[in-house]
């Protein structure tokens, strides 16, 4: 069974950074491509950011592009969330989710086709 889990949130100033993690059980994260989510109060969940299996291919939901950063470390099971100059829009529980995938340069953007989901960060910016 695969389990994500989410660290690395809290509360921070504007324009401070935080770095999420995302860190996975068992011994598939190698073919899992990953992504990042958010869903602030009131709103739908949104795609934030997205890294293939390879780690060759990240895509960014644009309103964070040069901004956060996607990685991921295999030999960790972990992914990584660098988020810099965070603004109050920022704000919101973040999720990380996977799926597996047969192509290690395809990236994922839409929820649904997520297999896997963790239960999320809460992400706090002050102005």
């Known amino acids: 069974q695969v389990q994500l889990v989410e660290s690395g949130g809290g509360l921070v100033r504007a324009g401070e950074s935080l770095r999420l993690s995302c860190t996975e059980s068992?011994?598939?994260?190698?073919?899992?491509?990953m992504g990042w989510f958010r869903q602030a109060p009131g709103k739908e969940r949104e795609f934030v950011a997205a890294?293939?299996?390879?780690?060759?291919?990240?895509y960014y939901q644009d309103s964070v592009k040069g901004q956060f950063t996607i990685s991921r470390d295999d030999a960790k099971n972990t992914m990584y969330l660098q988020m810099n100059t965070l603004e109050p829009e920022d704000a919101a529980v973040y999720y990380c989710?996977?799926?597996?995938?047969?192509?290690?340069?395809?990236?994922?953007?839409?929820?649904?086709?997520?297999?896997?989901w963790g239960q999320g960060t809460q992400v706090t910016v002050s102005s």
């Open positions: 989710a996977a799926r597996e995938t047969l192509t290690l340069s395809s990236v994922f953007t839409t929820p649904g086709v997520y297999t896997y």
């Open positions: 068992g011994r598939t994260f190698s073919r899992h491509a």
């Open positions: 890294i293939s299996r390879s780690a060759t291919n990240s």
